[in-house]
């Protein structure tokens, strides 16, 4: 699990970062909200932690204009006690909880789990980048009246570009998410990139996975 941490308090980041790591998840620490805004919009996180209170943007700004890029990842928000119109606003404008400091750290690592967990739940049935669409539910994926299924794997893989269009995602990042690291053969990744670059191609599709050094990501088809 991969989670961006955003609090301009440095102690309380780098403090998160120890807690989150002792319990197995991976994160990113930035101190500003201009920095959480870039590197939300640049890298693939299971959740996003926003202290509200923070320069450059704050953590409702934030909020606001990852939510208007079509950004889904779960945001909790970290605020002060005395800042409930805060997290009224904050809950309004998208995001998946809230935490008061100070925080006891059991409740801040569940409640991250919570909202992970949640959204795996609660996934659309739908997604649509450009001109393909990806029925989740019925394994296919439709352009027009081009249309094809897809394996269960191959849903999970584009399910997750769609998700991230043109965000770059590692080889590693994608097999601990879709493999879970288990039973992963060598090169399973790749025949499945490949199954689906034909497929895009096949439907007529726009868009189209690209690959860079060790790095995948979809984008429109030049």
Do not use: C
């Not at 998946?96 to 959204?119: C, H, N, S, T, W």
């Amino acid at each position: 699990m991969k989670i961006l941490i955003a609090d301009d308090e440095r102690d309380i980041a780098d403090a998160i970062k120890i807690i989150l790591k002792y319990n197995d998840m991976n994160s990113d620490v930035v101190y500003n909200g201009t920095d959480a805004f870039n590197m939300a919009g640049s890298n693939v996180y299971d959740a996003i932690v926003l202290d509200i209170m923070m320069p450059g943007m704050d953590g409702i700004e934030v909020l606001q204009k990852l939510r208007s890029s079509g950004d889904t990842t779960p945001v909790l928000l970290l605020t002060a006690k005395a800042q409930v119109e805060d997290r009224i606003h904050g809950l309004n404008e998208g995001a998946d909880d809230y935490l008061p400091k100070p925080f006891d750290k059991g409740e801040l690592v569940a409640r991250i789990q919570v909202m992970v967990r949640r959204r795996k739940h609660y996934d659309k049935d739908y997604i649509t980048v450009g001109n393909t669409k990806l029925d989740i539910e019925g394994l296919e994926i439709t352009n027009t009246d081009h249309s094809l299924r897809l394996s269960g794997k191959e849903v999970e893989i584009l399910s997750l570009f769609m998700n991230n269009y043109e965000k770059k995602i590692s080889s590693d990042f994608i097999i601990g998410k879709i493999w879970n690291n288990d039973s992963y053969e060598e090169g399973a990744l790749k025949l499945y990139i490949g199954y689906l670059k034909n497929k895009l191609k096949s439907i007529q599709s726009n868009l189209a996975i690209m690959e860079e050094d060790d790095l995948y990501f979809l984008a429109e088809r030049s």
